[in-house]
């Protein structure tokens, strides 16, 4: 099955500092990622849509200088945390679809950046 | 925007019981998918449905899409300690490839 997989897995890091989490595909290519955050014993709240080639498409109220997407190739896409703050901390997932394959393709979630800031 | 309300929150039962988990909406999803997710993991695909009035199953597990797209249950049957995580449910609507996601169920069976 298709895999996504998401890197690192967890960092602890001191305010102010910027921080890149990658989203990879593994076993295909995908045209659109997409960044998620989630908050604890809560559902997933969709941040932004990235797009290979060209500019993400962000959900109203994410700062898009905040939470830098850069998606340069079919397989990667990656998160920039710029100057994290503690209100930062957070779960973020991202995930690839498989719609460039078929119609109604689920979409595949990597297992997630525990960000901490202290 | 389309919304997808996603009921019980919390459900915390015995093993050995049912239970089912409602999603609804007023608007029309393409298809719907629920995933299971862990603590400190990402979300894993458990179905997805498309046709209107299509009912799947898995193991103990009972997935069903509204005969008019807008609304899916799961049901779980005779309940497992294994069973314990969160389930969410999430719908594709118009926008492509954007999934709408339910406020998720925890759900803690005991043994």
């Known amino acids: 099955g298709a895999v996504v997989s998401q890197h690192p897995s967890r960092v602890i890091c001191k305010s102010g500092t910027s921080v890149k989490i990658e989203c990879r595909s593994l076993?295909?290519?995908?045209?659109?990622m997409f960044w998620y955050r989630q908050f604890p014993k809560q559902s997933l709240m969709l941040m932004a849509t990235?797009?290979?080639?060209?500019?993400?498409?962000?959900e109203q109220g994410v700062e898009k200088d905040k939470f830098l997407i850069n998606h340069a190739s079919l397989t990667l896409s990656t998160l920039t945390v710029t100057s994290a703050h503690p209100e930062d901390s957070s779960f973020y997932i991202c995930?690839?679809?498989?719609?460039?394959?078929?119609?109604?393709?689920?979409?595949?979630f990597g297992d997630g950046t525990r960000l901490s800031i202290l | 925007t389309q919304l997808l309300e996603q009921s019980p929150q919390f459900l915390s039962i015995q093993e050995g019981e049912n239970l089912t988990v409602y999603c609804n909406s007023s608007?029309?999803?393409?298809?719907l998918q629920w995933y299971r997710q862990e603590p400190g993991e990402g979300p894993v695909l458990l179905v997805t449905?498309?046709?209107?009035?299509e009912v799947k199953k898995l193991k103990r597990l009972t997935f069903q899409f509204g005969d008019a797209r807008k609304d899916s249950s799961l049901h779980i049957t005779a309940a497992q300690p294994g069973d314990t995580g969160l389930y969410l449910c999430?719908?594709?609507?118009?926008?492509?490839?954007?999934?709408?996601f339910g406020q998720g169920t925890i759900l803690t069976v005991h043994p």
């Open positions: 608007s029309v999803f393409s298809s």
């Open positions: 990235s797009n290979e080639g060209s500019k993400a498409t962000y």
């Open positions: 076993d295909f290519q995908a045209t659109t």
């Open positions: 995930s690839a679809d498989l719609q460039g394959y078929g119609s109604n393709q689920p979409q595949h």
């Open positions: 449905v498309v046709t209107g009035g």
């Open positions: 999430a719908g594709m609507g118009t926008s492509y490839g954007k999934l709408t």
